[in-house]
């Protein structure tokens, strides 16, 4: 029988789910056969379903913001440089381009055409993040893109079923950790491997000869439900503005959210310019948080699909530090690019106060390089969450990654891969911003190099010259601080760790909601039983009189 061209409510919901739970089944492939921390432990990965003509039908839950609306422009780009005529069974085709990916090298996009009794009916994607592409490392440190590693052009990497060993070998002599590269190149081959023999199956049993039609209806419901939560909102154009660190310099990132019946844009014009640091924002990514950002405030309970942003467009002019085009060096652009989320939350509060958070603290990414004991070469990923701002209703919850959802490597993981002795890991009391909704509070994690020998770190973070702001009377987040044997260092770029030297890190607070005012005894005293506030701090900022 023929794909059916309408669906009933039932069938559609049975579909769409099982679409989903085939990412989620590449996602859990991804993970199993990973060989880095980034991926097994930190879930920085995507993988998604596309019908022929390149729309997003599905994509995994286990998923970070900035892979949402991304992978269509890479898949467009992929089919530019190969057609789809020119594509078999078994190809499997890689790029890390920056521009047409995620913002930078260090995530790789492999793409396995869908092939149904001969015919090509759509594309298998999977993107996760590499723990080396060689150049200077993850690191925010570099002048030129040029400094940052390989750059990947858009290559069939397995053809008909045949890996390209020459390839292969010149990506393993480029970077520190081959077998873990190598490693993870491999598991997304096999991720789009379950993926794609999945598809097929889905389509044989429903009898689907193409995916286009229930493409259509999944992302005509998610459109309907995207312009229903338009159109409540109040038409109008708000502009909001932040200053941010970007290595020794500041800028200015302005967002301009302009509402008009089911059309929302978000503009970021004004936005001062890019910097010789590896913290410049590729538009992709800029696109990834402005559509995050509206996503939480529109169909927060849609799963992601093309339909999810059609009616929404991101703009920011070329050279801005918010759309950085080569030369500028990008790898560190989250140490920028989460700041668009709160950015757009502020930008909007005014007219949606009871659905926007108060900024939150981030989250803290530092590469540590160098050799272990027994001399093997040594490149871990290391990162700690800030507090979540506070919203209406419910505060900010602890240690909590915000504009992003990365999960955290177990310490006894860590340890064994870096050589490095993590010796203390608490609460920040005090570190949450004040009010009505306290904001969430962060984490001091201090860790010991043990390697006999020095490693360098190159810190990407943020918020330690401008804290996660209250919102509506409440108070400011506690800065990020990194400090070496107790003396405060950068929070972005490079510097050394001597052995049996201890780095701390001091993640920020989220920030609070509301005037302090207003917040009731018995929560405060619960803060304090917590360990989320010091009674001295109590008295200061509420003017709490019970007893400690």
């Given at each position: ?19 989903i ?8 492939a ?11 432990e930190?879930f ?7 019908d ?16 949402i609306?991304?992978a269509s ?33 260090y995530?790789i ?5 869908i092939y ?8 298998a ?6 723990p080396?592409?060689g150049?200077?490392?993850f ?30 070998n ?11 590269v ?5 598991a ?6 379950v ?23 999944i ?15 109040p038409d ?13 310099e ?5 967002c ?9 844009s ?8 890019c910097?010789r640091?590896?913290?410049n ?5 800029t ?28 703009s ?16 560190g ?40 004991p027994d ?8 990162c700690?969450?800030?507090?979540f ?14 504009s ?13 891969l ?7 890991k608490?609460?920040?009391?005090d570190?949450?911003g004040?009010?009505q ?31 996660a ?20 260092t ?23 909601y ?5 917040r009731?005894?018995d929560?405060v ?24």
């Amino acid at each position: 029988m023929s794909a059916p061209q309408s669906f009933d409510a039932i069938d559609l919901s049975i579909m769409w789910d099982r679409l989903i739970s085939i990412t989620d089944e590449g996602a859990a492939a991804l993970v199993r056969t990973s060989f880095s921390t980034l991926v097994r432990e930190g879930f920085d990965l995507s993988v998604l379903i596309f019908d022929l003509r390149g729309r997003i039908i599905a994509q995994s839950a286990k998923c970070i913001p900035v892979f949402i609306g991304t992978a269509s422009t890479t898949l467009r780009h992929m089919l530019d440089k190969i057609p789809p005529e020119s594509l078999e069974a078994g190809d499997v085709v890689v790029s890390n381009d920056p521009v047409f990916g995620t913002g930078h090298m260090y995530d790789i996009a492999v793409m396995r055409p869908i092939y149904l009794k001969g015919d090509l009916v759509g594309y298998a994607m999977s993107i996760s993040h590499l723990p080396d592409i060689g150049g200077m490392g993850f690191s925010a440190s570099a002048t030129e893109i040029y400094h940052e590693g390989l750059r990947l052009p858009v290559v069939k990497l397995v053809k008909a079923g045949v890996v390209n060993q020459d390839f292969m070998n010149l990506i393993r002599l480029n970077v520190r950790v081959p077998d873990q590269v190598i490693g993870d190149i491999h598991a997304n081959i096999s991720c789009t491997s379950v993926v794609t023999r999945q598809v097929v199956d889905f389509m044989e049993t429903y009898g689907c000869s193409s995916l286009e039609p229930l493409a259509n209806a999944i992302l005509q419901q998610s459109e309907d439900a995207l312009r229903q939560a338009l159109l409540a909102w109040p038409d109008g154009q708000h502009t909001g503005e932040v200053l941010v660190e970007a290595g020794e310099e500041t800028r200015r990132l302005v967002c301009t959210v302009k509402k008009l019946g089911d059309r929302l844009s978000i503009d970021f014009t004004g936005t001062e310019g890019c910097v010789r640091f590896g913290s410049n924002v590729p538009i992709c990514y800029t696109r990834s948080m402005a559509l995050y950002a509206a996503k939480c405030l529109t169909t927060p309970m849609i799963p992601n699909n093309e339909g999810s942003s059609a009616l929404i467009e991101v703009s920011a002019p070329v050279g801005c530090i918010l759309n950085a085009v080569p030369p500028a060096p990008s790898a560190g652009r989250h140490a920028i690019g989460h700041f668009v989320v709160p950015l757009v939350f502020d930008t909007v509060s005014k007219i949606l106060p009871d659905q926007v958070a108060a900024d939150s603290g981030l989250i803290d990414f530092l590469t540590l390089q160098g050799h272990l004991p027994d001399g093997s070469g040594m490149s871990v990923t290391y990162c700690a969450a800030g507090g979540f701002g506070a919203l209406q209703g419910l505060d900010g919850r602890q240690t909590t990654p915000g504009s992003s959802n990365m999960g955290t490597t177990p310490i006894e993981v860590f340890e064994s891969l870096s050589g490095l002795r993590v010796e203390e890991k608490i609460l920040r009391p005090d570190s949450g911003g004040v009010g009505q909704y306290r904001g969430g509070v962060g984490q001091v994690v201090s860790m010991r190099n043990m390697t006999g020998q020095d490693v360098t770190v190159h810190a990407m973070s943020n918020r330690t010259r401008f804290p996660a702001k209250g919102l509506f009377g409440g108070g400011n987040g506690a800065p990020r601080a990194h400090l070496i044997d107790g003396r405060e260092t950068s929070g972005q770029g490079s510097f050394r760790l001597p052995p049996n030297s201890v780095l701390t890190l001091k993640q920020a607070g989220g920030g609070g909601y509301g005037s302090p005012k207003d917040r009731p005894r018995d929560a405060v005293r619960q803060d304090i039983e917590d360990g989320f506030l010091t009674i001295e701090q109590a008295r200061e900022t509420y003017e709490y009189d019970g007893a400690a």
